[in-house]
């Protein structure tokens, strides 16, 4: 019988786990350890008999009341206890719930092509798991993969908005480009339309269109389609460009390098931008993996959500134009609002990715402690039948938190189209701060309101895995908030220094 798990972490912690449950049990057994609880039958059985009220047929009680012990806690031994379903690790199996590229590729331990490969090994010894705890498991896991498809796949927008927030420009060339690009093309193409704002008709008229098709804040950024269609044109580089071949028709000092002519040329700004082979755009935009652009094509679509790709990707890279990305279409008048909110945003939304990324992780290392442990308290307990009900109890709870939270993946997906509208970049808006605010919320206080609602129903497993699921969860939550910390200090520090209202107090 096959097991279907519910992460790729939990492909080698489940193997993990048992192969510990194994070596944990033959150690009990051989320590003589495992048969403590006999004794405790016995001496109970013994003495509860003769110290009742009657003490007539006090010896055959005692010996019927042992045997009944003793053949019903064999029994729990035999299914419950002793190693004995063979889990080789080709039984096990994890299927992405969504769609890749159109398939659902089912992968084993050893071959997910993930880095988890090379961070856990397969164990190679045999892996046995008690009859009633495989049949735990797997009910589990088919309960949940089986709730699963009831909530229908959505686009993991959250995805889409986190790598484009951590794109980053690594070729020195490519980010000495766009360095250049934004001195000699924009930075002059915006000079000129603050100029010709009041006087010239034809070219504001042309900007203003661009402005209605790609919102008001096209021409606060080094891609602006009004900018490309009307200065860019008549503007170009002041150095040679790498991947531009050199024309001496463009060279005003063609004379002098005919003998020497430059190995690249000058392209206008226009054809710096789009050229289809070495312009920035295309450069910028495969940063991105083509199956980013394929996994979300329908979400980025239209021409104005790429350029919020590429605003963020600038962003990151430069900062200059921060002051858009904040306050949507205000632009840079509001420069100092945007700056505070972002800011404050800084202490939220690393907190949600990282607390999104360590959830699987953390139910997987979980559920490895869980069947690790188990051992150790069946004998402690004596081998008593609530014991199994409460073991079976946490790892189906465990195990359907992915449940939850791809019910909070959905919700969260569902909210973002809901109020984010297109502006899937501007994490500072109020709607996308109440998303993040709900999101981060239900991915923390949903398995724990699972529980807590299992313990109102007379389950009380719940306090146990709360105390476990804060202690683990912490690390992720302080991490994230001291990122957040050195980032906000680092850009007050900035602010401090560029603000011109920051007046020193004699």
């Not at 045999?126 to 498991?137: F, N, S």
């Not at 919102?215 to 040679?240: C, I, M, R, V």
């Amino acid at each position: 019988m096959s097991i279907g798990v519910q992460s790729y972490p939990e492909l080698y912690t489940m193997l993990l786990g048992w192969n510990l449950y194994d070596q944990i049990w033959d150690l009990l057994s051989q320590s003589g350890l495992a048969y403590l609880p006999f004794i405790g039958i016995l001496l109970r059985n013994m003495a509860q008999p003769y110290t009742s009220q009657e003490t007539k047929d006090a010896g055959s009680t005692s010996l019927r009341r042992m045997e009944v012990d003793f053949i019903g806690t064999l029994l729990f031994i035999f299914f419950g206890v002793s190693p004995a379903f063979l889990l080789n690790p080709s039984l096990v199996s994890y299927t992405p719930l969504c769609p890749v590229d159109g398939q659902n590729e089912t992968v084993h331990p050893g071959n997910t092509g993930t880095t988890y490969d090379s961070a856990f090994s397969v164990p190679t010894e045999e892996i046995r798991v008690p009859i009633w705890w495989y049949a735990v498991v797997a009910l589990s896991e088919g309960i949940t993969s089986g709730a699963n498809t009831i909530v229908s796949c959505v686009p993991d927008l959250r995805s889409m908005v986190t790598q484009a927030d951590m794109a980053r420009i690594t070729d020195p060339q490519l980010k000495h480009e766009v360095a250049q690009f934004e001195q000699d093309c924009f930075i002059p193409a915006r000079t000129q339309y603050l100029a010709d704002t009041h006087t010239n008709a034809d070219t504001i008229s042309v900007i203003n269109s661009n402005q209605s098709t790609y919102g008001s804040d096209d021409t606060e950024w080094a891609g602006s389609h009004g900018f490309d269609q009307t200065y860019y044109q008549n503007l170009k580089a002041s150095q040679p460009v790498p991947g531009f071949a050199y024309d001496a028709n463009q060279d005003i000092n063609a004379d002098t390098n005919e003998d020497n002519p430059p190995a690249y040329g000058t392209p206008t700004c226009d054809q710096w931008w789009n050229d289809p082979q070495n312009g920035l755009r295309l450069r910028l935009i495969n940063l991105m993996s083509a199956k980013y652009w394929s996994d979300f094509a329908p979400e980025l679509v239209s021409d104005k959500t790429k350029d919020d790709v590429l605003k963020q990707i600038l962003f990151n890279n430069t900062g200059y134009d921060k002051a858009n990305d904040t306050v949507g279409d205000i632009g840079y008048s509001h420069l100092a609002a945007g700056l505070g909110e972002w800011f404050q945003q800084l202490d939220t939304y690393p907190k949600l990715y990282a607390a999104a990324q360590a959830a699987p992780i953390i139910q997987a290392l979980l559920l490895l402690m869980v069947y690790a442990f188990l051992p150790l308290a069946l004998v402690f307990t004596g081998y008593k039948p609530g014991s199994f009900i409460s073991g079976a109890v946490i790892i189906f709870s465990l195990i359907f938190w992915s449940f939850i939270w791809h019910l909070v993946s959905w919700t969260d997906t569902a909210l973002m189209n809901a109020l984010y509208g297109d502006s899937w970049f501007s994490h500072q808006s109020p709607n996308a701060s109440l998303v993040d605010m709900i999101t981060g919320t239900l991915i923390i206080i949903a398995p724990l309101f699972w529980f807590s609602f299992m313990g109102s129903m007379g389950v009380a497993v719940g306090n146990l895995v709360t105390v476990a699921f804060d202690g683990l969860m912490k690390p992720a939550e302080d991490s994230a908030m001291k990122g957040a910390k050195l980032i906000k200090d680092g850009g007050k520090f900035v602010w401090n220094k560029v603000n011109p209202f920051n007046e020193k107090k004699n």
